[in-house]
C-alpha cells in the first residue's frame, strides 16, 4: 500500500500532520477521520513515491495518450479492466510501455485499485491517477480517462507549436553561423596573409574581421566545448533558453494548458485546491498557482486569489462569473481557449516576421565579410595603378 502525507487539524482543533497508509487518499481521509482528524490536504508521500520502481522513467506525454485512449476504447467495448490491460500489455512494442503494462496488470489482478497501481508505478502522472481515483469513485472511469488523454493532447499540441514555431530561426541562425564560421575560420586567413605583406594601415571592417578570425582560430575548439557543455547540461536538466520575443506567446500558453488542466481536474471531481496544486508543475511560474491554492484554502474566493497573484483582469473577471454561476470548470475552458487562440495569433505572425528578419541578419553578416575583404583589395588595385 502506498503512503500518504497528510494536514490537518485535530479534535481539539490543533494543527496536526503526518503519514499514513491506505489503498487510496480517500481511504486515507476515511481513516484519519475515524481518528477524529480534519483533513485538510493529503498526497502521496514524496520518500515513497519512487521505492522499487525508481527505476522505471516517467513515460512521455505520447505514452499517456495512447494509454487513455487505448485503455478508455477497451473499457468502452465492454471489457473489464484486467482483460483490457492484458491486451495493451501483449501489443506494447515501446521498451518502456510494456514493463509498465506488465506491472499494471499484476498488480491489478492481484486485487490493487488502478489508480493505486498507476500511482505506485512511477510511469505515470500524478494527474492521471487522481482522476482515475475519482473515476473509479464515481463510476465514470471512461469519461475520465478520455479527459485526461485529451488534456495530454493539448499539452503536446501546444509544445509542437513552440517547437515549428522556433524551427526556422534556429535553422537560419545555425546555417548563418555554419557560414560564417567557415568563411573566419577557413577564407580569411588566407586572405589576412596577403594583406600583412601590403604593410598598409588596414580599413577598420578589415581589421575588425581579422581580430575575429584570429579569435576563432584561438580559442574556436575550447569555444565549441563550453556550449557542448552547456548544451548537456540543458538536456540533463530541463533548462531552456527563454528569448524575449516568446515571452508573451509562451505565458498564454502556459496559462491555456494550466486552466484547462484545472478544468479537467474539477471536473473529475478533485477539489479545487488541490487541483491548483496538482496543475501547478505544468507552469513556469508554478509558486503563483501554490499561493493560490493556499488563498483559496484560506478562505478567499479563487476570482480573488487569481487577482492577488497577478492575472490580468479580462481572466479574472471570466473566473468571476463562472465562479458566481456555478459554472468555475466551464469558465476556465473558455479562458484556455482563449490565450490558446491569442498566443497561435502571435505564432502566426512571429513566423511571418522571422523569415525576412533572418534573412537579413544572413545577408548583413556575409556583406560585411564581403565588404572587409574587398575594400583592402580595391585599394590594392588603386596603388598598383
Known amino acids: 500500500m502506498p503512503y500518504f502525507t497528510y494536514s490537518g487539524y485535530d479534535a481539539k482543533g490543533k494543527s496536526t500532520k503526518g503519514t499514513i497508509e491506505a489503498g487510496s487518499s480517500i481511504q486515507a481521509v476515511d481513516r484519519l477521520t475515524e481518528r477524529g482528524i480534519t483533513v485538510v490536504d493529503v498526497k502521496v508521500a514524496e520518500e515513497k513515491k519512487g521505492g522499487k520502481n525508481s527505476k522505471i522513467k516517467m513515460l512521455p506525454l505520447e505514452m499517456h495518450i495512447f494509454f487513455c485512449r487505448s485503455l478508455a476504447s477497451y473499457l468502452k467495448s465492454g471489457l473489464p479492466l484486467a482483460d ?70 493539448l499539452e503536446d499540441d501546444l509544445k509542437r507549436k513552440i517547437r515549428g514555431a522556433m524551427t526556422y530561426p534556429i535553422v537560419m541562425a545555425v546555417v548563418g553561423i555554419g557560414v560564417v564560421s567557415f568563411m573566419l575560420t577557413y577564407v580569411v586567413p588566407k586572405i589576412s596573409e596577403l594583406f600583412e605583406d601590403m604593410h598598409q594601415t588596414l580599413p577598420l571592417p578589415t581589421r575588425i574581421l581579422i581580430a575575429m578570425s584570429d579569435f576563432l582560430g584561438s580559442y574556436g575548439l575550447w569555444l565549441l566545448l563550453v556550449l557542448a557543455i552547456i548544451f548537456i547540461w540543458m538536456k540533463r536538466t ?148
Not at 109 to 122: N, V
Request: charge should be neutral; proline fraction near 2%.
Open 238 to 385: 530541463g533548462k531552456s533558453i527563454n528569448m524575449p520575443f516568446m515571452k508573451g506567446i509562451r505565458d498564454n500558453l502556459n496559462l491555456a494548458l494550466v486552466m484547462s488542466h484545472i478544468s479537467t481536474l474539477l471536473k473529475s471531481g478533485i477539489p479545487l485546491v488541490q487541483a491548483l496544486r496538482m496543475a501547478s508543475s505544468m507552469d513556469v511560474y508554478k509558486q503563483r498557482w501554490l499561493d493560490a491554492a493556499e488563498m483559496v484554502k484560506a478562505g478567499h474566493r479563487f476570482d480573488r486569489a487569481l487577482e492577488k497573484i497577478g492575472m490580468q483582469e479580462d481572466t479574472v473577471a471570466v473566473v468571476r462569473v463562472g465562479e458566481m454561476g456555478g459554472e468555475l470548470a466551464e469558465a476556465l475552458t473558455n479562458v484556455s481557449e482563449q490565450c490558446r487562440e491569442v498566443a497561435q495569433s502571435r505564432m502566426e505572425k512571429l513566423s511571418t516576421l522571422m523569415e525576412p528578419i533572418m534573412v537579413l541578419a544572413l545577408g548583413f553578416s556575409v556583406g560585411f565579410i564581403v565588404l572587409a575583404i574587398l575594400t583592402p583589395v580595391f585599394d590594392l588595385a588603386g596603388i598598383v595603378r
Open 84 to 153: 483490457s490491460l492484458k491486451i495493451m500489455s501483449k501489443q506494447a512494442r515501446d521498451k518502456n510501455m510494456k514493463p509498465v503494462m506488465e506491472k499494471l496488470l499484476s498488480e491489478v489482478e492481484g486485487g490493487r485499485k488502478f489508480h493505486t497501481a498507476l500511482a505506485e508505478s512511477g510511469a505515470f502522472r500524478e494527474s492521471l491517477w487522481r482522476v482515475a481515483e475519482s473515476g473509479e469513485q464515481s463510476g465514470t472511469l471512461i469519461s475520465v480517462l478520455n479527459e485526461a488523454a485529451d488534456e495530454f493532447k
